[in-house]
């Protein structure tokens, strides 16, 4: 263990916030921490817009299903997928040219971009002894959520982040067993789904507890729950409407 891990291992989902103000400093050190995450060939296909008048931190949380941390937290971030930059590169440079931003390819590029940029940011923060949480809400009113911060075309708006001093001490959720995760030479099919259900067992107890009875599914109960409910069905035609996905 060093400092780093340690930081780390104590990662918690952070939904009430004391009223101190994040300084423009300390905004301006995580968001250029984000910066320094990997790229995929430097492309640097996010952006990040930050929210701090009430006004409009009470409609994101309305659009984002009312979570009133949303209103609550001194800066609501919204991390957005973005290949505008990268489009106008190709009408400045080559404006006769085909270009493939539109692929799968580059949607998981952008994808995968601001997600390490995001969490990034959130270990930086979690550093200046603030706290966070995703807000995958914000994909719930996608178009609405995008015309409201004035999105172009090839920018999508993938979660929020809310971000202040916690003003709660939640404990640490359990994590599957590693051997579910981490698997040596190939995928080893078996060993995942036995530590699967380990982890049913685990949560089971986890749950009881932190609900004093009142919830005790296992996980996989509530996996299946969740993946056999539609969800956001509308992100596919926005996406191909904001120019991703298409091929």
Request: aromatic share 8%.
């Amino acid at each position: 263990m060093n400092d780093t891990i340690s930081l780390l291992m104590k990662h918690r989902s952070i939904r009430s916030y004391k009223s101190d103000p994040v300084t423009e400093e300390q905004l301006e050190a995580i968001v250029a921490a984000g910066q320094m995450a990997s790229s995929s060939s430097n492309v640097q296909a996010y952006s990040v817009i930050a929210i701090t008048d009430p006004e409009r931190k009470s409609k994101l949380s309305v659009l984002a299903g009312n979570q009133p941390y949303i209103e609550q937290c001194p800066v609501f971030l919204v991390w957005c997928a973005d290949m505008y930059r990268l489009e106008n590169a190709v009408q400045q440079h080559m404006p006769e040219a085909e270009s493939y931003g539109d692929a799968a390819e580059n949607f998981i590029v952008a994808t995968v971009d601001v997600t390490l940029a995001a969490q990034n940011a959130a270990i930086a923060a979690e550093s200046l002894g603030l706290g966070v949480v995703y807000i995958g809400g914000i994909r719930n009113h996608i178009e609405e959520v995008s015309d409201f911060l004035d999105l172009p075309d090839h920018v999508y708006p993938i979660y929020g982040m809310c971000l202040g001093y916690p003003n709660q001490e939640p404990g640490i959720r359990p994590r599957l067993p590693q051997k579910a995760i981490l698997h040596r030479e190939s995928y080893q099919a078996d060993t995942t789904l036995e530590a699967m259900k380990e982890y049913d067992d685990t949560m089971v107890r986890y749950l009881s507890e932190r609900t004093g009875g009142a919830k005790s599914a296992p996980w996989s109960a509530l996996m299946a729950e969740k993946m056999t409910a539609p969800s956001r069905m509308q992100l596919k035609s926005f996406l191909e409407r904001k120019g991703f996905n298409k091929r």
